[in-house]
């Protein structure tokens, strides 16, 4: 298999941004059966394996790890943590390819969105973990506004046309080249979320929709999303949940890495600085990794 390496993504990619999305970590209650759907339906294959878990991923690439605890509870609906998970495949053919391969598999799809943007799948894991699974649409068809936000909504997609667009041909799992291009996470307060990311991160406040905001880098649409649909004024969310444990943050720059830790600094939130790699919890207790 041919790893995807830094050197082949698109100067206009997520990835190829001053700060992107790494990878995201999920708690759940039955390891085996969730890890056995993301290979079987998301098309992911194992890269790691510890004791408590492993680490799922397309073309080398780690995207996804799963781990276990014995007392986890099951995070309610309203609890900060993971909106969802968006995978992004590299081109239109591939998001079509599975579809294709979803609906030979009869899974249930909880929507499909055109946001001008992006095309756009959603779909949930077998423990109620949120997915998206999309493709960019070339930059240069999108459009960008006076303040430097992007134009983005919510359209139907068609599902059909793009089913019988894609080939029929033999699915081998997720494209070489797909990585998470954006988390959508459930927060309890905007402005919040908003002097989070964008002060204290550093990341674009790229566009608003009522009740969330969509933060990026390097002008992409989004890397991190946050909304209150289900969660406003919920408590910070508990350590012992099933979800999003964490996730990760890789800025390309140390310079910006270091902004936004002066600033952590500032504001006294606890990191754990470990080398290259910084942990902390963030405003609704969802654990963040900082990375450069």
Not at 18 to 26: F, N, W
Not at 143 to 170: C, H, I, R, W
Not at 240 to 262: C, K, N, Q, V
């Amino acid at each position: 298999m041919t790893l995807y390496q830094t050197s082949d993504i698109p100067t206009d990619h997520a990835l190829a941004m001053p700060a992107h999305v790494d990878r995201a970590h999920l708690v759940v209650q039955d390891l085996p059966v969730v890890s056995a759907w993301y290979q079987k339906i998301m098309g992911l294959k194992p890269l790691e394996t510890s004791t408590s878990g492993e680490t799922l991923g397309a073309g080398g690439r780690p995207l996804l790890t799963l781990t276990t605890q014995g007392n986890a509870a099951r995070a309610p609906r309203n609890a900060p943590g993971l909106f969802h998970n968006a995978f992004l495949v590299p081109n239109r053919e591939e998001l079509g390819r599975w579809l294709a391969h979803a609906a030979h598999h009869n899974i249930r799809l909880q929507g499909a969105s055109d946001h001008l943007v992006s095309e756009a799948i959603y779909l949930a894991d077998p423990e109620g973990n949120g997915i998206e699974v999309y493709r960019d649409r070339p930059r240069a068809e999108w459009t960008f506004m006076a303040d430097g936000s992007v134009g983005m909504d919510t359209l139907p997609l068609n599902l059909q046309a793009l089913y019988d667009e894609a080939p029929k041909d033999n699915w081998d799992g997720m494209a070489d080249g797909t990585a998470i291009g954006h988390i959508h996470l459930q927060v309890s307060n905007i402005p919040e979320a908003d002097a989070f990311f964008r002060d204290v991160l550093g990341l674009g406040l790229m566009a608003r929709y009522p009740g969330a905001s969509f933060f990026g880098s390097g002008k992409y649409h989004h890397h991190v999303a946050a909304n209150i649909w289900n969660s406003r004024g919920a408590p910070k969310r508990e350590s012992r949940m099933t979800g999003l444990s964490d996730y990760t943050i890789h800025f390309r720059e140390p310079a910006e890495l270091d902004a936004a830790l002066a600033k952590l600094d500032a504001l006294e939130i606890p990191v754990n600085r470990d080398g290259n790699a910084h942990s902390l919890i963030d405003p609704w207790g969802i654990g963040l990794k900082l990375v450069a």
